[in-house]
């Protein structure tokens, strides 16, 4: 069965701190890995990862996909307050029109 | 521009009662429809996909289900509302034939009393 795992399942961290979420999973057919931020209400788009060792980054934000052992992380340095969300990893295989979802992490930054 | 909708943005109904959650994307045709569940502070749950008219896939067995009657409208029903059905519900789309990016609606907050 296909399924997508997120470590940890909540974090809280001051600001300023580095930290690292984690993605596995376990999907036939691979095709992409996505990232998501989820504040208040719909998840926001952050990253697409396709092929392994290559950093996506975005500002604090990056992210690297690691398709031999099937994990991807998603690092923040230098974290604010703003930084905290629910941060989601989901992952498309090229069969088929579904994503499968992790269980997302629980970011808490406090000042 | 693709703009999706979702509506109402909150609803609190009683146990029992039916469920009708609407939504319709703008600035695109054919696209994949989906509708999502979460619970407080967790992951994304699939519901219900759907690739076309009146083409709907479920995920998850519950007293839920949907509908597709036009290419860009996508309904959640339900003719019995259980306590376990509160959560806070995402309908998205992408674009036909697996591209890579989904795209979320506001969301709609349900309380089950």
């Known amino acids: 069965e296909d399924k997508v795992v997120q470590s940890p399942l909540s974090l809280v961290v001051h600001e300023g701190d580095t930290v690292t979420l984690n993605c596995s999973y376990e999907v036939t057919n691979f095709r992409s890995l996505l990232w998501y931020k989820q504040e208040k209400k719909a998840p926001t788009f952050l990253f697409m990862l396709t092929s392994s060792g290559i950093e996506k980054k975005s500002g604090r934000l990056s992210s690297i996909l690691d398709k031999k052992e099937l994990f991807s992380i998603l690092n923040i340095t230098a974290t604010q307050t703003g930084d905290s969300a629910i941060y989601l990893c989901a992952v498309l295989p090229n069969t088929g029109n579904q994503f499968y979802f992790g269980t997302g992490t629980s970011l808490t930054v406090i000042p | ?113």
Do not use: M
Request: hydrophobic content about 35%; proline content about 6%.
């Open chain 2, 1 to 113: 521009s693709q703009t999706i909708h979702q509506w109402p943005a909150t609803l609190v109904q009683p146990v029992g009662s039916p469920l009708s959650l609407e939504c319709t994307v703008e600035g695109t045709s054919n696209p994949n429809l989906y509708w999502y569940r979460q619970a407080a502070g967790r992951g994304l749950q699939l519901l219900f996909y759907s690739v076309g008219i009146g083409q709907i896939s479920s995920e998850v067995p519950q007293n839920l289900s949907a509908s597709r009657p036009q290419d860009r409208q996508f309904i959640l029903s339900s003719k019995k509302l259980l306590l376990s059905d509160s959560g806070f519900y995402l309908c998205a789309w992408s674009v036909s034939l697996g591209y890579n990016e989904q795209f979320f609606g506001p969301g709609t907050r349900l309380t089950v009393l």
